[in-house]
Each structure stands twice: as C-alpha cells, then as structure tokens.
C-alpha cells in the first residue's frame, strides 16, 4: 500500500488550534509543534503496524483494521476506537476514554505526501509528513 515507509513530519496546518480544544496546554502544545515526529508504517493484510519516534517518546502501534484498540496520545489523553480502509485512505474513528467525544483521523497520500486530518469538535488540522 502506498502508506508504507518511513514519514517525517514537515510541516502543520490549525495543529495548535486543534490542540487547544484537546485541551493540551500552551508548553505542551508549543513543544508538539516541534515534535520531530517520524512513522514508519507498515501492513500485511488488515494488519498495520505504526512506529511513532519523536522528541517525546518511541512507541509502536500494531492494530487490525475494523477491530477497536486503545491508544494514548503523547499528552497522555486516552482513546479507543477503530482505522478502516476507505479506498486508499485510512479512517480512524475515535471516542476520548475522559469525556467520550469522538476524534476523527485520516491518513492518505496527496501529492506524494502522507497527510494525517484530525477533527475534533469541529476543529481540523493537519500534518503533512514527506517520505524518508
């Protein structure tokens, strides 16, 4: 799949906006900016495996399409729900374990960029990765 390989972040579009109405405060959220995220992902068959390196902290996550899993953010804010494959787009739809409100992501190319959209109570951003 064209999500494959290894992604470094370049760049952020309403990323601090969308972090306030999480509820990330201004030192974190300035420091997030500045992340130096990297993804190397992976899949074999509905399963997909997702290492996250960044300033803060190296984890891997390895879920199944359609099959809900936990997952905590870098801020420590807890999720639980599901990515599924739309076409050639991953959906992830989220609930927060604190307050039940629903995070939704994507993942897709645009351009030969991996494109990652949060929305979260009707705030949206972006971060744009290019390939390594």
Do not use: C, P
Not at 49 to 74: C, D, M, P, Q
Not at 90 to 110: Q, S, Y
């Amino acid at each position: 799949m064209a999500l494959d390989g290894t992604w470094k972040i370049d760049r952020n579009e309403n990323y601090d906006k969308f972090m306030e109405k999480m509820g990330v405060n201004m030192v974190k959220r300035k420091l997030a900016a500045h992340d130096n995220l990297k993804l190397t992902i992976t899949q074999e068959g509905n399963k997909f495996t997702v290492k996250e390196s960044s300033s803060f902290r190296t984890i891997e996550i390895v879920f199944e399409l359609g099959v809900t899993f936990n997952y905590s953010l870098a801020d420590g804010t807890e999720l639980s729900g599901t990515w599924n494959l739309e076409g050639n787009k991953l959906v992830g739809k989220f609930r927060r374990v604190d307050n039940g409100n629903e995070l939704n992501a994507t993942r897709e190319i645009i351009a030969g960029e991996l494109v990652q959209t949060y929305i979260y109570e009707g705030v949206e951003a972006q971060r744009i990765f290019k390939k390594e």
